[in-house]
T-cell receptor, first 114, second 115 residues
Framework: AQSVTQLGSHVSVSEGALVLLRCNYSSSVPPYLFWYVQYPNQGLQLLLKYTTGATLVKGINGFEAEFKKSETSFHLTKPSAHMSDAAEYFCAALLSGGYNKLIFGAGTRLAVHP | NAGVMQNPRHLVRRRGQEARLRCSPMKGHSHVYWYRQLPEEGLKFMVYLQKENIIDESGMPKERFSAEFPKEGPSILRIQQVVRGDSAAYFC?????????????FGPGTRLLVL
């Protein structure tokens, strides 16, 4: 079955440190890929998405992600973490023949400490 | 420019009651999606609707759950005879078109608690 896997349900970094959140997908055909952020008791906000073209995608709040077909990955990075980045992050894929159905990973909760 | 609106934001029901969740898509959007988020889990797709049509309901439980998106008014997710396992956050999303790469914009969710 097609799926999205996020390695690490909890990630903790120091303020100013690199943020790396991992996402892998399983699909024979490269899907469209998305990263969403969810703050407590709120809905999901789109950070960035990859559809076609450039494999390095820049999003809001200084985040970026790189699509690597050979590794079936779409890891999210930010060079310098800020306290306001503390939230839950979801990787999602739109898979072939999926009728616009987003397949979500289980999420990674990011903690940022001083 | 209002985003996706959902109401109520919180809903408490006793076992056996009905729950009705409403979703108003972004202005100009005619595609609506419902997702369910169980505690400590990611979102799971339930149903995709266009105006007056159900396009994909592959994620909907076979019993007690139904969804509609009438010509006028919001989309409704209806859960009959709720059970404790229905307690979850229900998110609605909308998109402008049907292309796969269209961004889905999410509402704030309805948090259902079944006592």
């Amino acid at each position: 079955a097609q799926s999205v896997t996020q390695l690490g349900s909890h990630v903790s970094v120091s303020e100013g440190a690199l943020v790396l959140l991992r996402c892998n997908y399983s699909s024979s055909v490269p899907p469209y890929l998305f990263w969403y952020v969810q703050y407590p008791n709120q809905g999901l906000q789109l950070l960035l998405k990859y559809t076609t073209g450039a494999t390095l995608v820049k999003g809001i709040n200084g985040f970026e992600a790189e699509f690597k077909k050979s590794e079936t990955s779409f890891h999210l990075t930010k060079p310098s973490a800020h306290m306001s980045d503390a939230a839950e992050y979801f990787c999602a894929a739109l898979l072939s023949g999926g009728y616009n159905k987003l397949i979500f990973g289980a999420g990674t909760r990011l903690a940022v400490h001083p | 420019n209002a985003g996706v609106m959902q109401n109520p934001r919180h809903l408490v029901r006793r076992r056996g009651q009905e729950a009705r969740l409403r979703c108003s898509p972004m202005k100009g959007h005619s595609h609506v999606y419902w997702y369910r988020q169980l505690p400590e889990e990611g979102l799971k797709f339930m149903v995709y609707l266009q105006k007056e049509n159900i396009i994909d309901e592959s994620g909907m439980p076979k019993e007690r759950f139904s969804a509609e998106f009438p010509k006028e008014g919001p989309s409704i997710l209806r859960i009959q005879q709720v059970v404790r396992g229905d307690s979850a956050a229900y998110f609605c999303a909308s998109s402008l078109g049907a292309r796969a790469q269209e961004t889905q914009y999410f509402g704030p969710g309805t948090r259902l608690l079944v006592l």
